[in-house]
């Protein structure tokens, strides 16, 4: 089976499984490749549902999880987001289709050598809305602070303080603490809500506000 039908079997299961769920999230799985995202001796498993090694022993999240954490995450046109673990770029690409030209994607990323080539795979891929940060995300991105929306793909051992002040009064953060992953939204300067989205496994955010390094 080639690619192209690989990817589509591979959004059918996610739909089929009640994790895609919008036809937005689900256009953006069509339009962003994976297979340029995984490492090149991966490519064939590009549209398996399963986390693939990356450099540097961290993973590109299963798609599941990228389909759970995007549909929780409710990105809309023309809005800022913040990823905070770019990774292979991949969820950085699937956000970029998410908040359309208007919109724009700050992703960081604490390891140099990740960061370099998952800026070089979007911009080899054209995705102009993404800028790219070699930093310590757990502090988030002061500079062009607040948010709309903000997506953690690293697993904190409690709510980082700066990305909850970076969030905007009605915005909304995904975020794993330990395993189990988080919806919170922000109703007021100083109120968040929190909803429970289940178990999930990922490499720890390391950082002033995660893990020690
Ligand atoms: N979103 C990624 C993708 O689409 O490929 C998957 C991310 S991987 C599960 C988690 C990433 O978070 C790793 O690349 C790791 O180096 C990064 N990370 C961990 N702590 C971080 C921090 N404080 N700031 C930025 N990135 C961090």
Do not use: W
């Amino acid at each position: 089976m080639d690619l192209k039908a690989q990817k589509e079997r591979l959004i059918n299961e996610l739909i089929d499984l009640g994790y895609l769920k919008t036809e937005a999230v689900i256009n953006a799985f069509r339009k962003v490749p994976r297979e340029e995202f995984v490492l090149p001796g991966h490519r064939d498993y590009a549209y398996a549902n399963d986390a693939l090694p990356i450099m540097e022993g961290q993973t590109i999240s299963q798609p599941l999880t990228v389909a759970a954490m995007t549909e929780a995450l409710d990105v809309r046109l023309g809005q800022k987001v913040l990823e905070v673990g770019t990774g292979s770029g991949y969820q950085a690409a699937i956000l970029s289709v998410l908040v359309g030209r208007k919109g724009s994607v700050i992703t960081t990323e604490r390891i140099k050598a990740l960061h370099e080539i998952a800026k070089r795979t979007l911009g080899m891929c054209g995705f102009a809305n993404i800028v790219a940060v070699n930093c310590d995300g757990s502090q988030g991105y002061e500079k062009i602070a607040p948010y709309d929306r903000i997506i953690v793909t690293a697993s904190a051992s409690k709510m980082p303080q700066p990305l909850a002040k970076q969030l905007k009064v009605g915005g909304k953060l995904v975020i794993p603490i330990k395993d189990e992953l988080f919806l919170i939204e922000k109703v007021s300067a100083k109120e968040f809500t929190k909803t429970f989205l289940g178990y999930y496994v990922f490499v720890p955010l390391i950082g002033k506000y995660g893990h020690k390094g």
